[in-house]
């Protein structure tokens, strides 16, 4: 076999008749590069390997051992990227409809085909291959862009709730270290809901966690503990989960430190997240704070004296970083 002209289109056709591949690539020479498979498990192992270079998928419809719709249905599930293309020669109507209804397949073409139309139709299929390609690059970008903007705000958020503690930000690191050892990945499902009604919830959840964590610190100070007793604390609001160790703990729940920067905004967020920020700016009232660290087991803390509050430009730093 030549070796694939890598600049032209790609298309998979499946067909278990020799002869008709064959004619299919004599068909398109030139057009696009055509990778042949026999049958329907071929065709997968072709697009396990090749799928994020594959514009189309042609498939016959009646092949031994599995026909056409099972395959379409596979690419459907899992490269939708790709555009389905159903073709045979027996009159399989029942079939075919149902693909058309399901969403998966872009064209139905019977066989014998006449080769102006077929570089017609394989023409048409690259190029919308191309559109939906450009449409997911393009709403990857905005939905990226949306993420960093609205982990940003909320990262900013919680800088004036510390000050609110009257910590002057010295949580805050404590806060964010956590948040980075969990990981902060937003679904980006609901980035892509309406950008006012988006900030407006959001501002309404910040609101709720921010009297929330006003609440939790309200019941550290009425207690009067040492703050060496802050990972029983956390013990006992946060459970099993936690694991008190000498001078520190394990949080064996990672998520729970993240819950704030990477919920929806129609997430409420949880009492025991709410008293793990309380329990930072409780500490920081008292010249303490904690060192976090990604652990096997989950993330390790360990009480620390504070250092000093964040600058403008540490901020922007841990910004950066999410």
Known sequence: MSTPDHSLPVILYVDDEAGARKYFQRALEGQATVLPAASVDEAKAQLERHAAGIDVLVTDQRMPGANG?????????????????????????????????????????????DIAVLRLEMTQAVELARLRRRHDRLLSEKLALRRRDIVASRIGMLYALCFAGATEGLALD???SGALCAGVKPQPEWLLGD?????????????????????QLAALDGRRDAVE???????????????????????????????????????????????????????ARHETTLR?????????IRLVRTQAAPTRADLAGWIARF
């Not at 008190?244 to 967020?269: K, N, Q, S, T």
Request: proline share 8%.
């Open 69 to 113: 719709n099972a395959l379409l249905f596979h690419a459907w599930e899992r490269h939708p990227h790709i555009v389905r293309i159903l073709t045979t020669a027996y009159s399989e109507q029942e079939q075919t409809v149902e693909a058309i209804n399901q969403g998966r397949i872009h064209r139905y073409l019977p066989k014998p085909w």
């Open 174 to 176: 404590a806060y964010l």
């Open 195 to 215: 950008y006012p009604e988006l900030l407006s919830s959001e501002a309404f959840r910040t609101a709720a966690f921010a009297r929330a964590v006003r609440a």
């Open 229 to 283: 007793r802050a990972p029983v604390l956390l013990a006992e609001a946060v459970g099993a989960t936690f694991q008190v160790a000498e001078g520190g703990g394990v949080f064996g729940e990672p998520a729970l430190l993240a819950e704030f920067l990477e919920c929806p905004p129609d997430h409420a967020v949880s009492p025991r997240h709410a008293f793990w920020l309380a329990m930072l700016l409780w500490l």
């Open 292 to 300: 976090l660290t990604a652990s096997p087991d989950g993330v390790a």
